[in-house]
Nanobody
Framework: QVQVMESGGGLVQAGGSLRLSCAAS????????MGWYRQAPGKERELVAA????????NYADSVKGRFTISRDNAKNTVYLQMNSLKPEDTAVYYC?????????WGQGTQVTVSS
């Protein structure tokens, strides 16, 4: 049973843009927050951006502020990550995270590769 599904990764040149999408299954109970993490080779997984459902408050990693934007379509249980002005250091596998109570649901990840 697929709970979280990402899409939209790919290969892009530095300075380009990509938009990631993440759809959460309707079987997941109340969603407290949805967000994006990334993991580059040899590095730990890190938070990129997150959005709290009730307040709409967003949180971004310092390295992506001003370049990435997280948004959500509540009706579709979908969260998006618009990535602009991409840099080679943004290359990583991007994972969608859904927080429901104390439970974390993860997608399978989508590869983003930024060439210089």
């Amino acid at each position: 049973q697929v709970q979280v599904m990402e899409s939209g990764g790919g290969l892009v040149q530095a300075g380009g843009s990509l938009r990631l999408s993440c759809a959460a299954s309707v079987s997941i109970p109340f969603i407290n927050a949805m967000g994006w993490y990334r993991q580059a080779p040899g590095k730990e997984r890190e938070l990129v951006a997150a959005r709290i459902t009730t307040s709409g408050r967003t949180n971004y990693a310092d390295s992506v502020k001003g370049r990435f934007t997280i948004s959500r379509d509540n009706a579709k249980n979908t969260v998006y990550l618009q990535m602009n002005s991409l840099k080679p250091e943004d290359t990583a596998v991007y994972y969608c995270n859904v927080l429901s109570g104390s439970l974390n649901y993860w997608g399978q990840g989508t590869q983003v590769t930024v060439s210089s």
